[in-house]
């Protein structure tokens, strides 16, 4: 017997849970080939195949709703559905099959989805709504709208209406959701102008929630710990008095570009006023002042558990200082700044001016809990960092010139710290190089500077 036969003779004689052990061993490259062997072997990939499912069009969705077997579905433990069109259809050709259809098809099978993202480019019929119900085993959720919002909204309606039926959902992304004129009479035809959803009135009442599908109802939703919004219109007065009724653990908040920094900055104010007393990490794009304690809604003060703060690209450089003595009374251990390469000189020398302040105030405890501080530069301001659900790794940007002279400047000015302060104080800067090349005139990023 050829050595060929004795190990095809071996591996036919091993049981089934041996070969699926083996089987789950090897990555999504590994497992392609080896599906292709016989039937037994592709019958025993399957699950592997089907465990992470991208689909990258609408036209793409209707096809994998129409071909997959549906017995297939229950496999899926990660979910990716873009609904944009591959390319425009011709004049005169037929239209294809609604996404809504499609969504409708291929849902109610994902009996094992624990993460699904959606990127609509409009938004799907309410008849969508029930699928997810269906979907016990789900936790994370990311729906970001990829389309025209003037032209082809994504309504807050809907989008609340989802997230409320998911069982068991944990970590909420939203991105570029719509304001309901429902809910925002006030922003129709006011200017600034802000797209508005008009129309969105026959979604059904929720069971939970009633008539009241606005964002800040969010926060009636029991299980969830994880909320992202970004380039979403924070406006809505009802996120300053809605009941919490789930315990949020990380919280990122955005922007709306239709809006003014300051407004931002009053419309984040309000929510962490409301909500901030369980948070235990956030991202912050807009500044924040005192008043952020002034719209408390519990009797400890806002913010008192958290530990981890993030400062996305879009967070004004000149409010580090002000934002950070803010934050002063939570104890933060970490603080992730990133920025745009443009800014990392005015960043670095903004955290000098904040490592001052704790240098002199340090027996008052001044931040006493923060060890460590990461700054990382970005290109392009689409790349503002993500935590929590829906948090991409990216590679980090190279810096280069006065960007890396900065960088080593702040490292320079921890190191002095350290070796100006006390023995009996362990909390003093320690510095973690930033890796320099061969030529010293460059460093990458991110520079972790651990205190």
Not at 66 to 94: D, E, F, N
Not at 282 to 300: D, G, I, R, V, Y
Not at 404 to 416: G, I, S, T, Y
Request: hydrophobic share 40%.
């Amino acid at each position: 017997m050829s050595s060929t036969s004795a190990i095809r003779a071996s591996w036919h004689a091993l049981p089934v849970e041996m070969k699926l052990a083996i089987v789950d061993q090897l990555d999504v490259d590994g497992v392609r080939p080896f599906s292709k062997v016989n039937h037994e072997s592709y019958s025993m990939s399957i699950p592997f195949l089907f465990r992470c499912v991208h689909i990258q069009s609408a036209e793409a969705l209707q096809q994998y709703a129409t071909h997959v077997p549906k017995i297939y579905l229950r496999h899926i433990r990660q979910l990716t559905i873009c609904t944009k069109r591959a390319k425009q259809p011709a004049r005169g050709s037929p239209q294809p099959a609604r996404v809504t259809d499609a969504l409708c098809d291929i849902l109610p099978h994902c009996s094992q989805l624990e993460q699904l993202t959606l990127s609509l480019a409009a938004s799907p019929a309410k008849a969508v709504i029930p699928c997810f119900q269906q979907l016990r085993e789900l936790t994370s959720l990311c729906i970001d709208h990829c389309g025209d919002e003037a032209r082809s909204p994504l309504s807050e309606r809907l989008v609340v209406s989802i997230a409320a039926t998911v069982p068991n959902l944990r970590h909420l992304s939203l991105d570029r959701i719509t304001r309901s004129a429902l809910h925002a009479p006030d922003l129709v035809g006011a200017k600034p102008f802000v797209p508005v959803v008009i129309g969105d009135e026959d979604i059904p009442d929720h069971a939970l929630l009633g008539r009241e599908l606005r964002l800040p109802s969010l926060l009636r939703l029991p299980t969830l710990k994880n909320l992202r919004i970004r380039d979403t219109h924070l406006g809505d007065p009802q996120w300053e008095c809605m009941p919490v009724c789930c315990a949020l653990e990380v919280l990122d908040l955005g922007s709306c570009y239709h809006e003014s920094n300051d407004y931002n900055r009053i419309c984040t104010e309000r929510i962490m006023g409301n909500i901030g007393h369980t948070v235990d990490e956030c991202a912050l794009n807009t500044a924040l002042t005192s008043q952020t304690f002034a719209h408390a809604k519990h009797p400890e003060r806002p913010l008192t558990k958290l530990r981890k703060v993030h400062l996305t690209p879009l967070f004004p450089v000149e409010n580090v200082v002000d934002t950070l003595t803010t934050l002063s009374d939570s104890p933060v251990e970490s603080l992730s700044v990133q920025c745009h390469e443009d800014d990392v000189v005015d960043m670095c020398s903004a955290l000098e001016d904040f490592l001052n302040i704790r240098a002199e105030r340090g027996e008052k405890g001044f931040y006493k809990h923060l060890n460590e501080i990461t700054v990382t530069a970005v290109s392009d301001l689409a790349d503002a960092l993500d935590i929590g659900v829906g948090s991409k790794k990216r590679a980090p940007e190279v810096l280069t010139g006065e960007n890396a002279d900065a960088v080593r400047r702040l490292q320079a000015f921890m190191r002095d710290l350290r070796l100006g302060a006390f023995a009996k104080e362990p909390e003093v800067p320690v510095v973690k190089p930033t890796t320099v090349n061969g030529r010293g005139r460059s460093a990458s990023a991110p520079a972790a500077l651990q205190l």
